[in-house]
């Protein structure tokens, strides 16, 4: 053997243990799970990755991601989620909705799990306590519903003579349909503003919601629920059409020409449970990891909107909002 060439082999064979070890440890895996789509989603994943990096954790670099989408189907979500045990990912993280939480719960009671949700997790039986959920699974809850007497507060402010609002409820999301009918009633009482309550639990449902309205509200205020968030666009087009001031909990409906949103921001919720999943890849325990509060609250006016429907919003109001869409 030439000397060029026993140094060569020498060289290969001082790389081989260093190949093998990186074979050995592969880059663990984020799964996540969303009742919604990818399209609908794009943000939230991208706010968990602002999240992760915060905490010292770059996608393709340290993880990778693997990502299960219901496509707004949620008897998919169990078979989504037990496809992800099996694909033995490092933790599960849900994007926006309580049937996907529940979904990778009961999947596993071993791979972490961190969720975002826009209801209390206690009460929909995620976690045993906020303080100390216990078992595999932590994350954020933005608790919107806490705040729907505020929905009510903002109308008014808004249009101070109108006497009738009406709330547009899914009935299928049981919990979050009671606390918005309670919180909203008991405001609107205060105020001297009569609340309607509409019933709607799929596409078709919305149109009779609203053809059965009539001229009998000046004002509506729809939560963010699955479903009105995959017609976001048709109901904001609904409001205008029927010269409804439409309220919302999220900011994509003014985003898509909706009147104004106030609820706590999403995308910040979504980015704390980066920060959480982060923190679990480096060792600390889910149950260990107390369920936050979101803190971020926002405002968002959409002032075309507003145009159109031929109001002028309060100086006192806009000055409040954190963004005025022109």
């Keep these: 053997m030439k000397r060029r060439e026993f140094i060569a ?19 663990p895996v984020i799964g996540y799970l969303s009742q919604s789509a990818p399209e609908a989603g794009a943000a939230l994943v991208a706010a968990v990755r602002k999240g992760l990096g915060e905490v010292g954790i770059v996608e393709g670099r340290d993880v990778t991601s693997e990502f299960r989408w219901a496509r707004y189907d949620v008897d998919r979500l169990p078979a989504l989620a037990a496809d992800l045990v099996q694909r033995r990912v ?20 071993e791979i972490p799990i961190v969720f975002a949700l826009g209801t209390d997790p206690v009460q929909v039986g995620l976690v045993e306590s906020l303080n100390h ?14 705040i729907a007497p505020k929905w009510v507060d903002l109308l008014h402010e808004l249009l101070p003579t109108a006497k009738r609002f009406a709330v547009l409820v899914n009935i299928q ?13 008991a405001a609107g009482f205060a105020l001297g503003v009569q609340i309607e309550i509409l019933f709607a639990s799929n596409e078709s449902e919305i149109d009779a919601a609203f053809a059965a309205l009539g001229a009998r509200a000046q004002a509506l205020i729809i939560h ?7 017609n976001l666009q048709k109901l904001a087009a609904l409001a205008v059409r029927e010269k409804l001031a439409a ?6 409906f003014p985003e898509a020409g909706g009147l104004m949103s106030y609820g706590s921001s999403f995308l910040d919720a979504h980015r704390q449970v980066g920060v959480y999943a982060g923190r679990i890849l480096k060792g600390e325990k889910p149950g260990d990891l107390p369920v936050q509060r979101a803190t971020k609250f926002e405002l968002i006016i959409n002032l075309k909107t507003a145009k159109a429907l031929g109001l002028e919003v309060p100086p006192t109001l806009l000055a409040r909002a954190d963004e005025a869409i022109e």
Aim: proline share 6%.
């Design 247 to 252: 309220l919302y909990s999220q900011r994509a």
């Design 9 to 27: 082999l020498l060289s290969g064979a001082a790389a081989w243990p260093l190949a093998a070890r990186a074979q050995q440890a592969p880059r």
């Design 173 to 185: 999301s049981a919990d979050s349909a009671r606390a918005i009918i309670i919180g909203t009633q």
């Design 90 to 109: 490092a933790v599960i993280i849900t994007l926006g909705t309580p049937p996907a939480a529940r979904a990778a719960k009961a999947a596993t009671t």
């Design 133 to 146: 959920p216990a078992g595999n699974i932590t994350g954020i809850s933005t608790m919107n519903l806490d």
């Design 224 to 230: 963010s629920e699955v479903l009105f968030l995959q």
